[in-house]
Nanobody, 124 residues
Framework: QVQLVESGGGLVQSGGSLRLSCDAS????????ISWFRQAPGKEREFVAA????????YYTDSVKGRFTISRDNVKNTVYLQMNSLKPEDTARYYC?????????????????WGQGTQVTVSS
């Protein structure tokens, strides 16, 4: 099994920044990619960004390109999501997910391993 723990969420003003962390443990050798998803109340969980486990490939949804950066610390088995120029519409609970088959998949039902999520709230 793979365990994922997110941290780094909080309350920030519009235009501010936050860095989310996703710590992976357990059978990490199964992991091919890590993705970030977010879910706002009453909305479906949506893809935000993804990175291959080697860190060589990254993917972003259009609405965060140029503002968010996904990266990986290979020593710590941690994936980061640096979020800059935050907007109120970025408010959601953010989840990281691990894919044992490939990387960059954008459908949340494709993932078998999830963290508990961390709340990000952006005030206007």
């Amino acid at each position: 099994q793979v365990q994922l723990v997110e941290s780094g969420g909080g309350l920030v003003q519009s235009g501010g920044s936050l860095r989310l962390s996703c710590d992976a443990s357990g059978r990490t050798w199964f992991i091919q990619g890590i993705s970030w998803f977010r879910q706002a109340p009453g909305k479906e969980r949506e893809f935000v960004a993804a990175i291959s486990w080697t860190g060589s490939r990254t993917y972003y949804t259009d609405s965060v390109k140029g503002r968010f950066t996904i990266s990986r610390d290979n020593v710590k088995n941690t994936v980061y999501l640096q979020m800059n120029s935050l907007k109120p519409e970025d408010t959601a609970r953010y989840y990281c997910a691990a894919d044992s088959h490939t990387d960059g998949r954008r459908l949340y039902t494709s993932y078998e391993y999830w963290g508990q999520g961390t709340q990000v709230t952006v005030s206007s």
